[in-house]
C-alpha cells in the first residue's frame, strides 16, 4: 500500500500529470467563480476531452477540476451574495455580511484557507478509509439514509433563528418544490401540468440562484450603492488565513462531517454545507454574530465542502455508485477510459485509486494559493457602484440557469423562483430553510418509502436508526435553546436601549 | 408493410449489386454529423456514443466530424421527440435510443410523439443482465426456484423502467418476488443486495463480471440465469460470455418443462428487446436516402471490424455481438411487431399487479 501510495506520487509530478491537473484546478477555478455552475457543468465540459487519454492523467485532469470548485465558488458567495455553486450556499450567510462590512478580504482568505485544509483531509481520509470503506457503506441501509435526511432537516430549526414556525413553514415549501416532477418511488409525476420540462422537476441551479442571487440583484440595484458599505475592504488577508487556524479544530469537525456526507452515496452533497452551517450555530457558546458576520460561519462550510471530495470518490470508485451528480458523470468518464469500477479498483488499478488521492492534495493546494492571490484584486468588485455590475450579474446567471436543461422553461423557473425568493426576502421568510426543503426532499421521500415497503415499521428500531435519532433530538433542544438564549439577550439589549 | 417489402428489396439489390459504388455517391466531406442522445453526460448511452462516435467520423465517406449532442429529460423522450420534428433525412442528424425510450414507446405514453416504425436503424447493441440470489434459499440453479415458497426481495428503480422485464420474468418463472420501487439505478440495488435490504438482484453482464461474481466466489451469490442474446435468426438464446447460464427461455423450461408461449412472453419478448436484446440503437430520420442508410451501415460495419475498437467493445461496452443493418432490423422486429392484445395484457398486469397506470 505504502509502496503504491509512494509510486503514484512520483507519478503525479511527471511533467504530463502535473500540466493537465494544473490545466483541471485552472478549468475548475473558473466554473466555481461563475455562479450557478458547478462541478456537473466542469465534468460534463471535460469528459468529451479525455477520450483517449491515459487513464492516469485523465483521472488528474478530472480530480484537479472538481477538487477546487468548492474553493473558488466562495468567491461570488462572499462578494455578491450569490451562490458560486450548490456547495457554498451556507457561506453567503456569514460572508456576505462581512463583505457589506468591508471585510471581504478577510472572509476570502479565511474561506479559502479552511477549504485547503478541508481538502487536504478529504485526500488523506481517502487513503485512509479505502481498506475499511466497505463495512462502512453496507452499514448504512436506506432507514438510516432516511433518518440523516431528517437530520439534515431538522437544520432548518437552527437556522430560522427567532422565528422557528416560519423556517418549517418554508421547509415544507421547499419539499413541495422538491415534489415537482417524476416521482422518486413510483411511476407518477407531479405537477407537470402537461408540460414536458415539469416532468424532471425544477433543476437545482435555478431553485439556488433564484432564491438568492435574484433578490440580492434587485436590493442591491434598489440601493443603487456598491456592495460594501465602507470604501476601504481591507488588507485582512493575513488576519483570514490566522482565524481559519485558530478555529483549526472547528475546521477538523467539519471537515470530517463534510467527508462522512460525501461518502455515503444517496445523501447527495448539495446540503453538507448547511449542516457544517448548522453545526457550528449549535455548538458555538460565547456571543455569537450568527447571520451577521461571523467569520465561524465562513469557515465551518468552507471546510465541509471542499472535504466532501475526497468522501465522494470512495463509492463513486470502489462500488461505482455516485455520491452526488458530479461523481456521476465521473463514472461516465471512467468507463469511457475503460475502467470498470468496483472492489477490484483496489487489486487492479490501485494506482489510479492514489492518483485521485494524490490529484485531490496537490488541487487544493494550487487552487487555494491561486484564490489567496486573486482576493484582494477580485474582492475590489464590491467598492464598484452596483448598477455598474447587474448587467454582467444577470446575464451570467441566466446563462448559468439556461445550461440546466438548455430549453425556454429554465428561464421561466428562473423568474418564478426569484419573484418567490424576493417576495421571501422582503418578508424575512428564511430563504436557506426553503432551499434545503428543496435539496432532500427527493431523499426524504425515497428512503422514506423504502423503508416503509422493505421493513413494516421494523426499520425504527434498528440501532443505525435509534442513534441517529438521539442525534437529532439532542440537536434539537440544543438549537432551540441556544435560540432561546439569543432571543433573550437581544431583548435584554434592546430594554437596554 | 410493403413500403418495408420494398425496402428490404432494395437493401438486398444493394447489398448483391455495388454496395460500395452506392456509397461512394454519398459524401460527407466537410460535414457535421450531430447524433442526438437523450441522456446525460456520463451516462451508459453517453459513453456507449462516445465510444462509437470516432470510428463513424473514421468509417462515414468523407469523414464528417461526428458530434454527440446530449440532450437529456423526461427520460429520454424530450431527445427523441426532438429529433422526430426537427431532425432532416440528410444523414446529418442521427438520435440514439435506450431501454427507456422504447419501453414508453411500448407503454403508449402520452408524451411520445416519436415514431420507430418510420425511422432507420444503422445498428444496435444489446446489454444482457444476470439475475443472481441469495443462498439462504438454497436454490442452486434456477431449476429449484419451483419449490421455493418464501417471498425475495428486489431492489427496483420503477415498473416501468427496465426492471420492468425483470419483475415479469420472475412472476414467469413462479417466483414471489416483493419489489421494492425507489432504488436509483442497478448500482444502488446490488448495494441494496449486499446490505441485506434485497435478496435478489439483476445486473449487467459487466457489473455483473467486477461487483457479483467476487460475491459468488465467496459463496454469497447464487447465478440463476441470464436473460440471453439474439442469435443471427433473432432467437433469443445463451449469453456466449456467461454459457453456464442458461437464457430465460431456457430456465422457463427447466422451470416449467414447455416452452414458453402466450400473451405473457410474448410481451416479455418485447420488452426484453428494449431493455437487453438490441438495448442502444443508432436510427435515422424518416425518409433517409437509401444509399445514405447504407453509408451509414457500412461505416457501422467497418467499426467493427477496425481492431483498436474491438478493444474499447470488451473493455467499455461489454464485449457483446454488435448487430448492424438488416440483423438489427430482424432483432427490433421483436419490438414493433408485438400484437396490441398482448401488449395490452401488460399494462394490464402493470395495473393489477402494481397500480402503474400509464397515461
Known sequence: ?497 | MAKKLVFLLTLLVVAGGSLSGMAKAVDFSGETVTWIIPYRVGGGSDVWSRVYSPYLSKYLPGEPTVVVKNMPGAASITGVNYFHRKAKPDGLTAVGSSGSTILHYLLGKKEVAYEFKDYNIVFGSPVDGITYIDPKFGVKSVADVKGLTEELVYASQGATSDDLVALLAYEMLGMKVKAVFGYKGRGAGRVAYEQGEASIDLQSVPAYVKNVLPLVEQGKAVPLFSYGVFDEQGNIVRDPIAPELPSFPEAYEMVHGKKPSGPAWEAWKAFFTAAFGIQKCMWLPKGTPEDVVAAFRKAAQDTLADPEFEKSLQTTLGGARQMVGVSAEKAFNAVLNVPETDKQWLINWLKDRYEVVID
Open chain 1, 1 to 497: 500500500m505504502l509502496e503504491a501510495l509512494s509510486q503514484s506520487f512520483v507519478t503525479i509530478f511527471t511533467f504530463s500529470h502535473i500540466v493537465w491537473l494544473v490545466t483541471g484546478v485552472l478549468a475548475g477555478l473558473s466554473i466555481g467563480v461563475l455562479p450557478g455552475l458547478g462541478g456537473i457543468v466542469g465534468m460534463s465540459i471535460l469528459l468529451p476531452v479525455i477520450y483517449g487519454m491515459e487513464p492516469d492523467i485523465a483521472f488528474a485532469l478530472l480530480v484537479g477540476m472538481v477538487a477546487v470548485i468548492p474553493t473558488s465558488d466562495t468567491f461570488p458567495s462572499v462578494l455578491m451574495g450569490i451562490p458560486g455553486s450548490a456547495a457554498s450556499q451556507a457561506t453567503i450567510m456569514d460572508g456576505y455580511p462581512m463583505a457589506k462590512r468591508g471585510e471581504a478580504t478577510r472572509a476570502l482568505s479565511a474561506a479559502f484557507t479552511a477549504s485547503l485544509m478541508g481538502g487536504l483531509v478529504g485526500a488523506v481520509t481517502l487513503s485512509l478509509v479505502i481498506p475499511i470503506a466497505k463495512p462502512l457503506i453496507l452499514a448504512f441501509g436506506s432507514p438510516e439514509l432516511f433518518m440523516l435526511t431528517v437530520l439534515g432537516l431538522s437544520m432548518v430549526g437552527i437556522l430560522a433563528g427567532k422565528r422557528p414556525i416560519r423556517g418549517l413553514l418554508a421547509a415544507c415549501l421547499g419539499l413541495v418544490i422538491g415534489a415537482i416532477g417524476a416521482a422518486p418511488a413510483a411511476a407518477e409525476y407531479r405537477f407537470t401540468f402537461g408540460t414536458e420540462y415539469m416532468m424532471d422537476g425544477i433543476p437545482l441551479v435555478v431553485v439556488g440562484l433564484g432564491l438568492f442571487a435574484f433578490p440580492e440583484i434587485i436590493d442591491l440595484l434598489i440601493k443603487g450603492k456598491a456592495i460594501s458599505e465602507k470604501t476601504t475592504i481591507g488588507r485582512g488577508w493575513v488576519k483570514g488565513v490566522k482565524d481559519a487556524l485558530a478555529h483549526k479544530l472547528l475546521v477538523l469537525r467539519c471537515s470530517f462531517i463534510g467527508v462522512i456526507i460525501g461518502f455515503l452515496p444517496g445523501l447527495g452533497g448539495s446540503v453538507v454545507d448547511w449542516i457544517a452551517y448548522g453545526h457550528v450555530v449549535q455548538i458555538t457558546k460565547d456571543k455569537p454574530q450568527f447571520g451577521k458576520g461571523d467569520i465561524r460561519g465562513v469557515i465551518a462550510p468552507e471546510s465541509a465542502n471542499n472535504a466532501k471530495e475526497g468522501g465522494g470518490l470512495i463509492p463513486t470508485l470502489l462500488f461505482g455508485i455516485p455520491g452526488s451528480g458530479s461523481m456521476a458523470v465521473f463514472l461516465g468518464g471512467m468507463l469511457i477510459l475503460g475502467i470498470q469500477p468496483g472492489p477490484s479498483m483496489v487489486t487492479e488499478h490501485l494506482d489510479l485509486v492514489y492518483t485521485s488521492v494524490w490529484s485531490l492534495a496537490l488541487a487544493n493546494i494550487v487552487g487555494a494559493a491561486l484564490c489567496v492571490i486573486l482576493a484582494r484584486p477580485i474582492a475590489q468588485l464590491t467598492k464598484v457602484r452596483y448598477a455598474y455590475i447587474a448587467p454582467f450579474m444577470i446575464l451570467i446567471i441566466t446563462l448559468a440557469c439556461y445550461q440546466a436543461t438548455q430549453t425556454w422553461g429554465d428561464l421561466i423557473a428562473l423568474l418564478v423562483m426569484g419573484i418567490l425568493g424576493w417576495i421571501m426576502k422582503q418578508f424575512g421568510w428564511p430563504r436557506p430553510a426553503a432551499l434545503i426543503g428543496y435539496v432532500l426532499a427527493a431523499n426524504l421521500e425515497t428512503y422514506l418509502f423504502i423503508s416503509a415497503q422493505r421493513f413494516g415499521w421494523t426499520w425504527l428500531w434498528r440501532p443505525g436508526v435509534l442513534v441517529i435519532g438521539a442525534i437529532i433530538v439532542i440537536s434539537l433542544i440544543l438549537g432551540l435553546r441556544k435560540t432561546a438564549a439569543i432571543d433573550k439577550a437581544a431583548q435584554k439589549s434592546e430594554a437596554k436601549q
